[in-house]
């Protein structure tokens, strides 16, 4: 599919609209609905990666070399079907750190070789939209932000998870996470050197744009914290301090009568 071409720019606008309601809904009509949403994303997400497993098997295109769950994004669906569903705070962060790179990279510069209408159009953005709109609601949204400095156990994750695909990639002889070659399609990594400089240089990438979202996250945490409009809590005054004696006095003197009787 061509980038940008008009099923791509549909695509763009289906992100922006569903993660917009979805966080503006969530952060100023919370309820009930939320958990019902939470569950019906996290089944279309499902529903369009297995689907894209289903289809390949179906049309007896489905190879090892290309096929296997083995690319960052798998790990995106698996975890935010996951972290919508229960909304365990690890799974959520994962999602948050991970669909707001991989997934959204995947979304701006798709690597899919069919357009509109076919299945793979549909799966492909089915479950990478779905992973940038269930972080967007979940961390932006429902405010369940990471904790300060999740982003560095993130980063060790993200980097024990390229090993894992590496050792794939060795075993089948696939490109998984292009850590073989880069992708034939504008991306990144068109600017980031030749191999292997360019792994190295995605790594240095992805710390800084996972730590770009750790500030985002904690900033957007204060701001919820802070009083509204700036105001500073209001003093104790001088009646209310004044209820609170009159209060002590009658509790003191209720405790010394009750002394009194049982003497």
């Known amino acids: 599919m061509r980038q940008f071409s008009d099923p791509h720019l549909a695509a763009l606008t289906v992100l922006v609209a569903a993660a917009t309601v979805s966080i503006w809904a969530a952060r100023w009509r919370p309820g009930r609905w939320t958990v019902i949403w939470a569950r019906a994303l996290a089944l279309v997400i499902l529903a369009a990666w297995i689907g894209e497993y ?44 991970w669909a707001l790179t991989a997934s959204l990279q995947a979304t701006l510069t798709p690597d899919l070789g069919q357009s509109f209408p076919s299945i793979y159009y549909f799966t492909y953005f089915g479950y990478h939209i779905g992973g940038v709109v269930a972080a967007c609601f979940l961390v932006f949204g429902c405010r369940r932000y990471p904790r300060p400095g999740a982003f560095r156990w993130v980063f060790v994750a993200t980097l024990a998870f390229t090993a894992l695909v590496g050792a794939g990639d060795l075993i089948t002889g696939g490109n998984y996470m292009y850590l073989r070659t880069k992708p034939a399609h504008n991306s990144l990594l068109n600017v980031m050197g030749p191999w292997p400089l360019y792994i190295f240089s995605t790594v240095v990438l992805a710390l800084a744009m996972l730590f770009v979202l750790q500030l985002l996250a904690d900033w957007l945490r204060r701001r919820d914290r802070a009083p509204a409009n700036g105001a500073r809590p209001t003093p104790p005054t001088v009646a209310s301090d004044s209820k609170l004696t009159h209060r002590g006095i009658r509790i003191a003197r209720l405790a010394t009568r009750r002394s009194a009787a049982d003497q």
């Open 54 to 97: 289903v289809a390949e098997a179906a049309q007896g295109t489905w190879a090892a070399k290309y096929n296997l769950p083995l690319q960052l994004t798998d790990a995106v669906s698996a975890v935010a079907v996951l972290a919508l569903w229960t909304r365990p705070q690890l799974l959520v962060e994962l999602t948050y750190f």
